[in-house]
Each structure stands twice: as structure tokens, then as C-alpha cells.
């Protein structure tokens, strides 16, 4: 059984955690353990359809942000890493001084004290030189930056098209190496 804990904060792109969250459950021996943050669920309902409710019933295991004594803030709690998505510059740059003010940051501040594999899905622009700072100090430490920048060799037609790419690299980086999008093969 795979363990994925799944931070959402407050940037644009919810769509991104909604749809990561719907193909990992339909993976059998995954399981997901998601932490919103209060921007992230002001999102929610300004950018999807989704309820709270709808997008918590995605998860296996759900937290609440303000919840330091969760499973999830602590390394002896095991698991296959953590992904933030979307990441706002703010969550970023606590991650990158060490500041975990809420469990989304502090989880992400112990994988990788743990040293175990962060995918961090940033979202703003354009970048300033502090967001540009603070990722590449995140990278150095071995996280993976995956932004939704999308491509377009694969023709994508509708906007669930260019989702389904981002997810498909996300779950690249987890080794789960589903066919959800078209994959460049060669011309
Ligand atoms: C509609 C909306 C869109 C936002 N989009 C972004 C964004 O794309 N990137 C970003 O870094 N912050 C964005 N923000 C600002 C963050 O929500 C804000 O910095 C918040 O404090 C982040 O807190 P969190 O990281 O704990 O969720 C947005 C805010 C709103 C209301």
C-alpha cells in the first residue's frame, strides 16, 4: 500500500488537487491523506463546483490544517511523500524557511527532514526573484517543482486535456505511470 499525503493550499489551479486525488482513488493500493488549508477551501468554492464535502470524500484520510498533533506532522508516520498542489508562494516559502504555521507546511517540513519524495506543484505568476529563490532552495533539497505549465504537442482540445497532462506527470513522480494523457512518443 502506497501512502500519499496530499497538501492542497490557496493558489489557483484546485482543479489540479481534484483530479490528482480522483485517479489516485481509482488505484487500488494507494491511499491518500489529504490537508487543505483555509485558503485552499476558499478556493474550492471560487474556482470548482466541488464541496468541501465532495473533495474530502476523494481522500482516504483527511486532516485539518490546524491539527500539529496529526499523523502527518510526524516522521515515524510512514509514507511515499507528499505532494502540494496546488502551491501557493506563500506555503513555498514557509516550506523553504522551515516555518510550518499550518499541518500543510509542517508535513511538508518533515518529508523532507525524512528525506522522502516532495512534489511541489507552485502556482503564481509572473515569478519574482523570492518565488524563483525559494523554489530552486526547495529543489536543491530534492523536492520535485512540477508547475502546471502545460504543452502542447499532445493537442489537447478542452481544459480536463491540459489537467489530465499535469496529473499524469504528478503521478509520474510517485513511479504510477498511468496513461491519462498522451504522451510524446516520438515524431
Ligand atoms: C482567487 C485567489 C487566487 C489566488 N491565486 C494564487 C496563486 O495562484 N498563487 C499564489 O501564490 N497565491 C495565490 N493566492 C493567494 C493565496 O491564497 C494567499 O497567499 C494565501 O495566504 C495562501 O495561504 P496558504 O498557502 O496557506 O493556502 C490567491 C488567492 C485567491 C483568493
Same mark, same amino acid.
Given at each position: 500500500m502506497k501512502k500519499i499525503v496530499v497538501g492542497v493550499t490557496g493558489a489557483s489551479g484546485t482543479i489540479y488537487?481534484?483530479?490528482?486525488?480522483? %485517479?489516485?482513488?481509482?488505484?487500488p493500493?494507494?491511499?491518500?491523506?489529504?490537508?487543505?488549508?483555509?485558503?485552499?477551501? %476558499?478556493?474550492?468554492?471560487?474556482e470548482t463546483d466541488y464541496t468541501l464535502?465532495?473533495? %474530502?470524500?476523494?481522500?482516504?484520510?483527511?486532516?485539518?490544517?490546524?491539527?500539529?498533533?496529526?499523523?502527518?506532522?510526524?516522521?515515524?508516520?510512514l509514507n511515499d511523500g507528499m505532494v502540494i498542489v496546488p502551491a501557493s508562494?506563500?506555503?513555498?516559502?514557509?516550506i523553504a524557511y522551515g516555518f510550518g504555521d499550518n499541518l500543510v507546511a509542517r508535513a511538508a517540513d518533515v518529508t523532507i527532514k525524512e528525506q522522502r519524495k516532495l512534489v511541489i506543484v507552485p502556482r503564481e505568476t509572473p515569478l519574482s526573484v523570492i518565488h524563483l529563490e525559494n523554489l530552486t532552495k526547495l529543489a536543491k533539497l530534492g523536492a520535485q517543482i512540477i508547475p502546471p505549465i502545460p504543452a502542447f504537442y499532445n493537442q489537447p482540445r478542452t481544459i480536463q486535456d491540459l489537467v489530465d497532462h499535469q496529473t499524469m506527470k504528478v503521478l509520474d513522480a510517485f513511479g504510477i505511470h498511468e496513461q491519462t494523457?498522451?504522451?510524446?512518443?516520438g515524431d
Open positions: 488537487a481534484i483530479d490528482l486525488l480522483k %485517479k489516485l482513488r481509482l488505484i493500493d494507494v491511499e491518500t491523506h489529504l490537508v487543505m488549508s483555509a485558503w485552499a477551501k %476558499k478556493n474550492l468554492a471560487l464535502d465532495q473533495i %474530502k470524500a476523494l481522500a482516504d484520510v483527511v486532516y485539518s490544517d490546524r491539527d500539529q498533533g496529526a499523523a502527518i506532522a510526524s516522521g515515524s508516520f508562494m506563500k506555503t513555498v516559502a514557509g494523457a498522451k504522451r510524446w512518443e
